[in-house]
């Protein structure tokens, strides 16, 4: 999250953006492409079988970003938004390959080192655990969104709680308790 790109200065192009210049918009997917880039290959990392490459993902993502309503309010929010959009995009590309027909078997996604699962997740163990977070953030937000920026967004947990202004020990917790809830959920 923090390779290069000043949190004054993204803040300052998304304000400028929101204000009516467009030229600040180019400046900006210019100045936090190279971090989007990064959480995409992060997010890859945890998937060897996948089908989509880090720069693809990427692309995917921010093309969803910015068709969407550039309503961020800084820096911080702006890469919680790039961490919803990779989880989309690689959802939604699951969705397809489990959709096509003629594809034979799912390709295996693993996802062991973010959830303590005993074994490597196909794309509808994706969903799944999609679905979970979904269900999760429908009773702790906070705890959802850390598992979203650990494991789409590829924060470390100093940057997650930098990001979701707590303590890294909360972070420890929420993390702890979360991948707890999420495992009984895919397990129910």
């Given at each position: 999250?923090?390779?290069g790109?000043?949190?004054?200065?993204?803040?300052?192009?998304?304000?400028?953006?929101?204000?009516?210049?467009?030229?600040?918009?180019?400046?900006?997917?210019?100045?936090?492409?190279?971090?989007?880039?990064?959480?995409?290959?992060?997010?890859?990392?945890?998937?060897?079988?996948?089908?989509?490459?880090?720069?693809?993902?990427?692309?995917?993502?921010?093309?969803?970003?910015?068709?969407?309503?550039?309503?961020?309010?800084?820096r911080?929010?702006?890469f919680?938004?790039a961490?919803?959009?990779?989880?989309?995009?690689?959802?939604?590309?699951?969705?397809?390959?489990?959709?096509?027909?003629?594809?034979?078997?799912?390709?295996?996604?693993?996802?062991?080192?973010?959830?303590?699962?005993?074994?490597?997740?196909?794309?509808?163990?994706?969903?799944?655990?999609?679905?979970?977070?979904?269900?999760?953030?429908?009773?702790?937000?906070?705890?959802?969104?850390?598992?979203?920026?650990?494991?789409?967004?590829?924060?470390?947990?100093?940057?997650?709680?930098?990001?979701?202004?707590?303590?890294?020990?909360?972070?420890?917790?929420?993390?702890?308790?979360?991948?707890?809830?999420?495992?009984?959920?895919?397990?129910?």
């Open positions: 999250m923090s390779k790109v000043g949190d004054h200065d993204v803040t300052r192009l998304i304000e400028a953006w929101r204000g009516g210049d467009d030229g600040a918009r180019e400046q900006l997917i210019d100045r936090v492409y190279v971090n989007v880039r990064a959480i995409a290959a992060q997010s890859l990392r945890r998937m060897p079988n996948a089908t989509l490459s880090a720069t693809d993902l990427a692309h995917e993502a921010l093309i969803r970003m910015l068709g969407a309503s550039a309503d961020w309010e800084n911080k929010h702006f919680h938004v961490a919803q959009a990779t989880r989309q995009v690689l959802v939604d590309a699951a969705r397809r390959r489990l959709s096509d027909k003629r594809g034979g078997g799912a390709e295996r996604i693993v996802l062991d080192d973010v959830l303590g699962l005993s074994s490597g997740d196909s794309d509808a163990e994706l969903l799944r655990i999609d679905d979970a977070l979904r269900d999760l953030a429908s009773a702790d937000v906070r705890r959802a969104r850390m598992i979203e920026l650990v494991y789409f967004g590829g924060l470390s947990r100093a940057e997650v709680a930098e990001t979701l202004s707590v303590s890294e020990g909360t972070v420890d917790r929420d993390l702890r308790l979360a991948r707890a809830w999420l495992k009984a959920a895919l397990e129910a």
